[in-house]
Each structure stands twice: as structure tokens, then as C-alpha cells.
């Protein structure tokens, strides 16, 4: 018989601007809470690639956060993670075999990284600590909010990181657009030379770590006035 929830698993609903605020800014997964890094450092090679796995993750975060809202009330408290697992897992295969059917090189390009959403921290968190406490908008908001403040991070950081290891923007744009989007990359230079170390592993770790710094940077300069006293 399932449990309805409990009166401590439901909050309030908080307004649409402030959930778009902490999935944007204020508990960014990417450079916040830093999770989901793995699909993170390894993708963003490219825009491209970027763009591709970040729109994977905004469908899987707004579809699961809604139908764990919608059945919060049927699922069983003991039994609500792995209940949330097959359903992330199964957004997760809708995504990828659209990907394999319309955006077969995007596919290839990202790999076992497509799948492995399904173990990304970010979906599982926020279904757990938010969608199952909340309604329905709400519970979509959020994971459109916390979708979208990842792949953000995915996006800059392939576009850094694309621009200076190949000296190009949209790189394989054809990959998501079609033959279209061929006429899209941008190259700056010859293009025929780039840094190295910006398309590798340790570029990515020290691409992140300079977008946390900017971050932080900017959010301690927010909590000041121009005479230097807190706000």
C-alpha cells in the first residue's frame, strides 16, 4: 500500500524567481555543489558537445522532477530511491535512443557519458530534496532551473575551452543542427593552431576552477557597496 507523504516531506512552494535563482546562481551544480564533474570535465571539449549533453540533462531533470511530483503521493517512503533510479533510467534511455535515431554523430561524440546521466548526482539530489516535496510547476521549475545552471557551465566551459584548443566556436555543429549548422563554426586565426593543454583532462579541471574563482569573485563583490561595508 503506498504512503502518502509525510507532513515534514512537504513544504511550502517557493516562488519561480527564487528557484531560478538557486539553479542559476546561488546552488549551481556545476560550480557550487560541484557534482555531476565526471560528464562535466569529459564533454566539454566542445561547445558542441557541451550543448548536446546539457539539453540531455534539462529534459531527464524537468521530466523526472515532474513525474516524481505527480506520483509522490503513490511511492512508498522506503522505497523512494530506487524508485526515483528507474525512473531517471528510464528518461535517460528515451534520451539516448532519440539521440541514436536523430543525432547519431552528437551520439557517438558524447558517448558513454549519455548514458552515465543516470548516475548523475544533480537528477537524483534534487528529485529527492525537492520534486517529492513539492507540486507539480514547482517540482519542473526546478529541474528546468538546475537543468539549465548546468548546462551553462557545460557550455562555457566547452566554448573556453574549444576557443583556445582549436582556435573555433561550434566545432561539429552539424552534429546537432544538421548540414546547417556546418555554416556555423566560427574560426578565428588560420585555426590550424591552438593550446594543447585546453582540450585535455587538466584543461578542463583548470578551465572549472577558474569559472568557481569567477564566481566567487563576482559573489563577494555582490555582498559589498562601492565603500567596501557590507550589504
Not at 564533454?43 to 539539453?55: A, C, D, H, Y
Amino acid at each position: 500500500m503506498a504512503n502518502p507523504p509525510r507532513q515534514s516531506d512537504t513544504n511550502p512552494a517557493p516562488g519561480i524567481r527564487p528557484i531560478f535563482r538557486a539553479g542559476l546562481w546561488h546552488e549551481n551544480p556545476g560550480l557550487v555543489q560541484l557534482l555531476g564533474l565526471c560528464p562535466l570535465l569529459a564533454v566539454s571539449n566542445t561547445l558542441i558537445n557541451g550543448l548536446g549533453l546539457g539539453i540531455a540533462t534539462i529534459f531527464v531533470m524537468c521530466t523526472t522532477n515532474w513525474l516524481v511530483s505527480a506520483t509522490r503521493a503513490l511511492t512508498h517512503h522506503d522505497l523512494r530511491l530506487p524508485t526515483f533510479v528507474l525512473m531517471i533510467a528510464t528518461f535517460v534511455t528515451v534520451v539516448e535512443l532519440l539521440f541514436k535515431a536523430f543525432l547519431f554523430d552528437l551520439h557517438l561524440a558524447l558517448g558513454i557519458f549519455l548514458p552515465l546521466i543516470v548516475t548523475n548526482c544533480v537528477i537524483l539530489g534534487r528529485a529527492e530534496s525537492f520534486a517529492s516535496r513539492q507540486p507539480v510547476v514547482a517540482a519542473i521549475t526546478d529541474g528546468f532551473a538546475h537543468g539549465t545552471g548546468f548546462a551553462c557551465v557545460l557550455i562555457v566551459l566547452g566554448g573556453l575551452r574549444e576557443l583556445i584548443g582549436y582556435g573555433t566556436l561550434f566545432r561539429n555543429a552539424e552534429f546537432l543542427f544538421g548540414p546547417v549548422g556546418a555554416s556555423l563554426q566560427i574560426t578565428l586565426g588560420d585555426g590550424s593552431s591552438g593550446l594543447l593543454l585546453a582540450i585535455l583532462p587538466p584543461g578542463a579541471f583548470i578551465g572549472l576552477a577558474m569559472l568557481v574563482a569567477l564566481r566567487q569573485f563576482i559573489q563577494q563583490r555582490s555582498k559589498h557597496d562601492p565603500t567596501g561595508r557590507d550589504r
